[in-house]
T-cell receptor, first 111, second 113 residues
Framework: DADVTQTPRNRITKTGKRIMLECSQT?????MYWYRQDPGLGLRLIYY???????NKGEISDGYSVSRQAQAKFSLSLESAIPNQTALYFC??????????FGAGTRLSVL | QKEVEQDPGPLSVPEGAIVSLNCTYS??????FMWYRQYSRKGPELLMY????GNKEDGRFTAQVDKSSKYISLFIRDSQPSDSATYLC?????????????FGTGTLLAVQP
């Protein structure tokens, strides 16, 4: 089984819908991250969490929210999806050295 | 200016060639340097990491860090078609509450059989 599991792997939704992307990990790391990846822009950090009680905005948090339900679970929500949120989304975990391990990604299309 | 610069490629080489992938950076506080490989429609996979300056070798892969020039490299010897992927460099300062990983935009490598 993968150390970092993301669900769903693919999602198509309509503008204005609320959706949630989920991430769980078995690496025992305290730190978890959500990124989006767009062609030519690379990986951009949306939110990160260093423990269950710690949530921080990344560089592109507008339009997104997160919930850290447990050490192993970190979910990303789009409250009202818009087409420019169409992207590949990755969850990652890390230890104190900031070496990050990624999930397989969720391909999201907002129509 | 971006903190980390990486040529997007694409870079096309014949099988068996030595490949050199590079990144430059502007922040002298970076201490941890990483290379990730990302196949199409997959998540980035950690290949190599180096702390501070120097070289690190793992099989056909060698990572080099030159902090004086703010330049890091990944060399792939005897390249194989299975090495065809996007390679991302990444770096951070010491681990801590405020230190995030900064990624390059990736170099697309194609190894032709």
């Amino acid at each position: 089984d993968a150390d970092v599991t993301q669900t769903p792997r693919n999602r198509i939704t309509k503008t204005g819908k609320r959706i949630m992307l989920e991430c769980s990990q078995t690496k025992g790391h305290d730190r978890m991250y959500w990124y989006r990846q767009d062609p030519g822009l690379g990986l951009r950090l949306i939110y990160y969490s260093f423990d269950v009680k710690d949530i921080n905005k990344g560089e592109i948090s507008d339009g997104y929210s997160v919930s850290r339900q447990a050490q192993a679970k970190f979910s990303l929500s789009l409250e009202s999806a818009i087409p420019n949120q169409t992207a590949l989304y990755f969850c990652a975990t890390s230890d104190f050295r900031n070496i990050q391990y990624f999930g397989a990604g969720t391909r999201l299309s907002v129509l | 200016q971006k903190e980390v610069e990486q040529d997007p490629g694409p870079l096309s080489v014949p099988e068996g060639a030595i490949v050199s992938l590079n990144c430059t950076y502007s922040n002298s506080a970076f201490q941890y340097f990483m290379w990730y490989r990302q196949y199409s429609r997959k998540g980035p996979e950690l290949l190599m990491y180096t702390y501070s300056s120097g070289n690190k070798e793992d099989g056909r892969f060698t990572a080099q860090v030159d902090k004086s020039s703010k330049y890091i490299s990944l060399f792939i010897r005897d390249s194989q078609p299975s090495d065809s992927a996007t390679y991302l460099c990444a770096m951070s300062k010491n681990g801590g509450a405020t230190n995030k990983l900064i990624f390059g935009t990736g170099t697309l490598l194609a190894v032709q059989p």
